[in-house]
């Protein structure tokens, strides 16, 4: 049955994304493939037309070029080859390169591609108003996008208990299939929980994963003794609202089955409000998780946007009444406190519960003798990187640069970037531009992190300084403290919650590579690293394990009156 669904989803996935916005297929088609496949098709592409072209380039992380060779091939085109010109322009989700090629398309074509980029660019009513001339699933579509962002909470039913100590978390997408910050946390959380003697059960947003492509139909998958639960529906709901009442419909249908005495949701909103409708069914009470703030990452992602979007607005509302709708609210750190209670939260019904790590992470890093000589890293080289997801806001060209100071400064690194995101093709690229032979080995297996670590002499986290990231702690430089890798991340408030200046790690301002480079030699080569670390071990051991975090939810879950 769950091969059947698969079958019969996946192509509704391919099909739905070919026919609202076929420019946009093959960089979601390049960015699923595996990396020789990729760099061939890659190549293929770059020896082809103008618009395959501008593909290959664009994915080699060469978006200048891309855009030039798209605007190249515009100035003779004639109407049908601008039509694609213009659609690769709205799917890379650039208004300044889109404009003058949208000017010169005939009516329809205007109004269909115009709606796609406003919606992209966040103006949402725009894009339903310039709709009118798109096809019925274009603005079937855009309408669906405004109506879910203008929900609001239902009203609670009578309480009813759960079975004890059941706790459901919801969650957008999960390990094994994704291995990120996110997913990490939310397994680290659930399996201290589990050693506490809870029974916590996790269920994934519908469709996942087979909706991202990936093909594992399974409806249950155990993680470490986890139950993870998939919802993966027959057909595809045409709009977004109509995705969020049949999530609704579907995980409704296991919370009868597995009488959860609370349900946890994480960030981002759609979570809770599917948390949210089911209290209203079934009267359990909700715990939201804030552990980011959508608007505000989406805001980072392009600096023509702003908060006047009403993507920007409706999401930063939407989110701000679904944590005063939860019973309770828990977030990362103090700054993310902060926020929350300045939106009206009350501050007694939020409270944090910081990433931490397991015990395993504060135990004697492996030998990474084997990993280092398997990347071409020499026994004497100084190794300086970090694990993260490769999004503009981490920063990570500053790092790029701060490596290039320090080759000419006669002082080089080896710089080792794990993770994968939408900016790496352009970081590769970076790198290359800078003459640095830095590596980049993609995502790698959570239980290999550890491994990873023990090749770094020390670990950068220079995030910029935007909203995002001066509110949202990350939890992977904790990680990397609790290993003793000595930490150096930009001096942002977020970032100050874990480190101390000059006693658990060292601080840098950010977007300044000069700086950076200063401080990566001072760790490097300077006096007082060892007692630095030594300090982030034991503050890690003492301030911020999982078991310290979910002792205090557990408390928090009786307080709200949660058998457990």
Same mark, same amino acid.
């Given at each position: 049955?769950?091969?059947?669904?698969?079958?019969?989803?996946?192509?509704?996935?391919?099909?739905?994304?070919?026919?609202?916005?076929?420019?946009?297929?093959?960089?979601?088609?390049?960015?699923?493939?595996?990396?020789?496949? #990729?760099?061939?098709?890659?190549?293929?592409?770059?020896?082809?037309?103008?618009?395959?072209?501008?593909?290959?380039?664009?994915?080699?992380?060469?978006?200048?070029?891309?855009?030039?060779?798209?605007?190249?091939?515009?100035?003779?085109?004639?109407?049908?080859?601008?039509?694609?010109?213009?659609?690769?322009?709205?799917?890379?989700?650039?208004?300044?390169?889109?404009?003058?090629?949208?000017?010169?398309?005939?009516?329809?074509?205007?109004?269909?591609?115009?709606?796609?980029?406003?919606?992209?660019?966040?103006?949402?009513?725009?894009?339903?108003?310039?709709?009118?001339?798109?096809?019925?699933?274009?603005?079937?579509?855009?309408?669906?996008?405004?109506?879910?962002?203008?929900?609001?909470?239902?009203?609670?039913?009578?309480?009813?208990?759960?079975?004890?100590?059941?706790?459901?978390?919801?969650?957008?997408?999960?390990?094994?299939?994704?291995?990120? /910050?996110?997913?990490?946390?939310?397994?680290?959380?659930?399996?201290?929980?589990?050693?506490?003697?809870?029974?916590?059960?996790?269920?994934?947003?519908?469709?996942?994963?087979?909706?991202?492509?990936?093909?594992?139909?399974?409806?249950?998958?155990?993680?470490?003794?986890?139950?993870?639960?998939?919802?993966?529906?027959?057909?595809?709901?045409?709009?977004?609202?109509?995705?969020?009442?049949?999530?609704?419909?579907?995980?409704?249908?296991?919370?009868?089955?597995?009488?959860?005495?609370?349900?946890?949701?994480?960030?981002?909103?759609?979570?809770?409000?599917?948390?949210?409708?089911?209290?209203?069914?079934?009267?359990?009470?909700?715990?939201?998780?804030?552990?980011?703030?959508?608007?505000?990452?989406?805001?980072?992602?392009?600096?023509?946007?702003?908060?006047?979007?009403?993507?920007?607005?409706?999401?930063?509302?939407?989110?701000?009444?679904?944590?005063?709708?939860?019973?309770?609210?828990?977030?990362? /750190?103090?700054?993310? #406190?902060?926020?929350?209670?300045?939106?009206?939260?009350?501050?007694?019904?939020?409270?944090?519960?910081?990433?931490?790590?397991?015990?395993?992470?504060?135990?004697?890093?492996?030998?990474?003798?084997?990993?280092?000589?398997?990347?071409?890293?020499?026994?004497?080289?100084?190794?300086?990187?970090?694990?993260?997801?490769?999004?503009?806001?981490?920063?990570?060209?500053?790092?790029?640069?701060?490596?290039?100071?320090?080759?000419?400064?006669?002082?080089?690194?080896?710089?080792?970037?794990?993770?994968?995101?939408?900016?790496?093709?352009?970081?590769?690229? #970076?790198?290359?531009?800078?003459?640095?032979?830095?590596?980049?080995?993609?995502?790698?297996?959570?239980?290999?992190?550890?491994?990873?670590?023990?090749?770094?002499?020390?670990?950068?986290?220079?995030?910029?300084?935007?909203?995002?990231?001066?509110?949202?702690?990350?939890?992977?430089?904790?990680?990397?403290?609790?290993?003793?890798?000595?930490?150096?991340?930009?001096?942002?408030?977020?970032?100050?919650?874990?480190?101390?200046?000059?006693?658990?790690?060292?601080?840098?301002?950010?977007?300044?590579?000069?700086?950076?480079?200063?401080?990566?030699?001072?760790?490097?080569?300077?006096?007082?690293?060892?007692?630095?670390?030594?300090?982030?071990?034991?503050?890690?051991?003492?301030?911020?394990?999982?078991?310290?975090?979910?002792?205090?939810?557990?408390?928090?879950?009786?307080?709200?009156?949660?058998?457990?």
């Amino acid at each position: 049955m769950s091969w059947a669904k698969a079958v019969s989803l996946a192509p509704q996935v391919a099909v739905r994304h070919v026919r609202t916005e076929p420019a946009r297929t093959p960089l979601l088609a390049l960015r699923v493939l595996p990396a020789p496949v #990729r760099r061939m098709m890659r190549g293929m592409l770059l020896r082809a037309g103008p618009v395959p072209s501008a593909y290959g380039q664009w994915d080699q992380g060469r978006r200048d070029d891309a855009l030039a060779t798209i605007a190249r091939a515009a100035a003779d085109a004639r109407p049908r080859r601008l039509r694609r010109l213009a659609a690769f322009t709205v799917a890379v989700e650039r208004p300044d390169a889109a404009g003058p090629l949208l000017d010169a398309l005939p009516e329809r074509d205007r109004a269909r591609l115009g709606a796609l980029l406003a919606a992209k660019d966040g103006r949402l009513r725009e894009a339903v108003a310039k709709s009118e001339h798109a096809p019925a699933r274009v603005r079937r579509d855009l309408a669906g996008r405004l109506d879910a962002l203008t929900w609001t909470p239902p009203p609670a039913a009578k309480r009813t208990d759960g079975t004890p100590g059941r706790v459901l978390h919801i969650v957008t997408n999960a390990l094994p299939t994704t291995n990120a /910050g996110y997913t990490v946390r939310t397994h680290r959380l659930v399996s201290a929980q589990r050693a506490q003697g809870l029974d916590p059960h996790v269920v994934t947003r519908l469709g996942f994963p087979v909706a991202q492509g990936a093909r594992d139909p399974r409806p249950l998958v155990d993680v470490d003794g986890i139950s993870y639960h998939r919802l993966i529906p027959w057909k595809l709901p045409p709009t977004a609202r109509a995705a969020l009442d049949a999530n609704v419909d579907a995980a409704s249908a296991l919370v009868e089955r597995l009488r959860p005495a609370v349900l946890h949701a994480a960030s981002n909103h759609v979570n809770a409000q599917i948390a949210l409708e089911l209290r209203a069914r079934h009267g359990i009470p909700v715990v939201y998780e804030v552990r980011g703030f959508l608007e505000e990452s989406w805001l980072s992602r392009d600096p023509r946007r702003d908060t006047g979007r009403d993507f920007y607005r409706l999401s930063r509302e939407l989110e701000t009444a679904c944590m005063a709708a939860a019973d309770l609210v828990v977030t990362l /750190g103090a700054a993310m #406190r902060d926020e929350i209670v300045a939106r009206g939260v009350p501050a007694e019904q939020v409270l944090v519960i910081p990433n931490g790590v397991d015990d395993v992470f504060l135990r004697p890093l492996p030998d990474a003798s084997g990993l280092r000589a398997s990347l071409g890293i020499a026994p004497d080289e100084k190794v300086v990187g970090t694990t993260t997801s490769f999004y503009g806001y981490e920063g990570l060209d500053t790092l790029l640069a701060a490596g290039a100071r320090l080759r000419d400064r006669g002082r080089p690194v080896r710089l080792l970037l794990v993770g994968d995101g939408p900016e790496r093709a352009a970081l590769e690229r #970076r790198a290359a531009d800078l003459g640095l032979d830095a590596l980049f080995p993609g995502r790698v297996p959570a239980d290999d992190v550890r491994l990873y670590h023990a090749a770094l002499d020390a670990f950068v986290v220079p995030r910029r300084d935007e909203r995002v990231c001066r509110l949202v702690t990350p939890l992977k430089p904790l990680e990397a403290m609790a290993g003793g890798v000595p930490v150096i991340a930009s001096d942002l408030p977020a970032l100050r919650e874990i480190i101390d200046p000059d006693v658990t790690g060292r601080l840098t301002l950010a977007g300044d590579p000069d700086d950076l480079a200063e401080k990566i030699t001072s760790t490097l080569y300077g006096a007082g690293t060892d007692r630095i670390r030594d300090a982030a071990r034991a503050w890690v051991h003492g301030e911020r394990t999982w078991r310290i975090g979910t002792e205090r939810l557990r408390d928090a879950y009786r307080a709200l009156d949660v058998p457990c």
